[in-house]
């Protein structure tokens, strides 16, 4: 070995700088101190660029030498947290490489909005075309998801849709108002077979039914002096039933009316939508009072209502007898009076007295002969025949020129 001094030179290959070494023909090199490399591991020194083959320093140097450094990248591990989402699994990554974006997680009642490198505010995304030059954690953020509730308030008034987050509850509205009903509750479904509890935690878009009892309202029956009629219990809108049309002595049921005034006509078909009270309206019978005069001049017959009263008539006349009054029957027992009420057909009989006129007996000097009092057309009683002296009685006349001859058996029918 001569004194030549030979170089022996030191590439780091991107490396922190290795100086080089002036070294003497066969003599050996002095190990330097490994170089460093962001993000690799020094893997030692090599004769050749490839990196086959190891350079020992215990070998003597006989020529000029470059020495190059080998590297092995490092291999950093990328975690992913979920936060409460489906798994993800973590990654190596070698040093300036980059991660592969997973299948995104999920987490019931969320939506998945990406991966973060801060878990507090989530202000920096992770891009993953990032090279990765150590240990990395990413963050899943999640957005809750929001669900609508609307309420269907079936005919009554609206209620406002609510926007509830997953696994938070619903607002109990105000509860709606539906005329001639009562609210019953929210259900979930439209047969309002399940009801709503507003404890429940809502996992999904929500429509509620609101449920309604409908009023009942009594229908009464005011007879007007009628049999009574039974009340009915009628729902808001719904009818009631006809009921057996009532009796009243003297009268004839025409119809119910909604007043008591009978101005409108009830019908059974009109929808109820509220207390109601039903008149009755009664038309009274119509009866005829017959007069049977018994010989006398004609009296018209009347027609009076039930319960209302006949009016007096003029008096007959009938000849040879003084009108007395009017009778309920032929016998002539009852007497009536129109003040009485009328309530059926009726026959009124005419009682007479007949007149009477007194039969005088002109004896013409002879003895006195009594007078007689004789009822219309009945006939007088012959007298015992007067006497006069020196005259033989021949009979009564009627004319003072004794022309006409009076029998007994002559109906008297006047003076």
């Not at 509220?274 to 005069?293: C, M, N, P, Q, R």
């Amino acid at each position: 070995m001569d004194c030549e001094s030979l170089y022996g030179n030191l590439n780091s290959n991107g490396g922190s700088a290795v100086s080089s070494q002036a070294v003497s023909d066969g003599v050996q090199a002095v190990q330097p101190a490994a170089p460093n490399k962001s993000g690799n591991t020094f893997g030692g020194w090599y004769t050749d660029a490839g990196l086959t083959t190891a350079f020992a320093f215990t070998t003597p140097i006989t020529g000029n030498t470059t020495l190059y450094a080998k590297w092995t990248p490092n291999t950093y591990t990328v975690t992913f947290n979920s936060n409460g989402g489906t798994a993800v699994g973590g990654q190596s990554v070698s040093h300036n490489g980059t991660a592969t974006a997973p299948s995104e997680p999920t987490l019931p009642g969320s939506t998945f909005g990406w991966w973060y490198l801060d878990d507090v505010t989530f202000s920096t995304p992770f891009l993953f075309t990032t090279p990765i030059i150590g240990d990395t954690t990413l963050y899943a953020k999640w957005t809750i998801n929001q669900y609508l509730i609307l309420f269907n308030s079936d005919g009554g008034t609206a209620v406002s849709n609510q926007t509830v987050s997953h696994n938070s509850t619903a607002t109990t509205p105000s509860n709606p108002t539906k005329v001639g009903h009562s609210f019953s509750g929210w259900y979930t479904d439209a047969g309002l077979t399940m009801p709503f509890a507003f404890t429940t935690a809502i996992r999904g878009n929500l429509t509620l039914y609101a449920g309604w009892t409908a009023e009942v309202y009594p229908v009464t029956f005011n007879s007007n002096g009628g049999t009574a009629v039974s009340a009915q219990s009628v729902s808001y809108n719904d009818t009631a039933i006809a009921p057996t049309d009532p009796t009243k002595t003297g009268y004839t049921f025409e119809g119910w009316y909604k007043d008591a005034g009978f101005t409108t006509l009830f019908h059974f078909t009109d929808a109820i939508t509220g207390t109601a009270t039903l008149h009755a309206k009664w038309l009274a019978d119509i009866h005829t009072v017959t007069f049977e005069s018994n010989g006398g001049t004609s009296v018209s017959s009347q027609e009076v209502s039930y319960d209302g009263t006949a009016t007096e008539p003029a008096d007959p006349a009938k000849t040879g007898y003084a009108f007395e009054a009017w009778y309920t029957d032929e016998d002539m027992t009852v007497p009536f009076t129109f003040s009485t009420a009328i309530t059926g057909d009726l026959t009124l009989y005419a009682n007479w007295t007949a007149n009477s006129y007194a039969v005088t007996f002109d004896s013409n000097g002879g003895s006195t002969v009594s007078s007689q009092p004789v009822s219309y057309n009945n006939t007088a009683t012959a007298p015992a025949d007067p006497t006069m002296a020196g005259h033989t009685f021949e009979g009564w006349y009627t004319d003072e020129d004794l022309t006409t001859a009076f029998t007994f058996a002559t109906a008297i029918t006047g003076i």
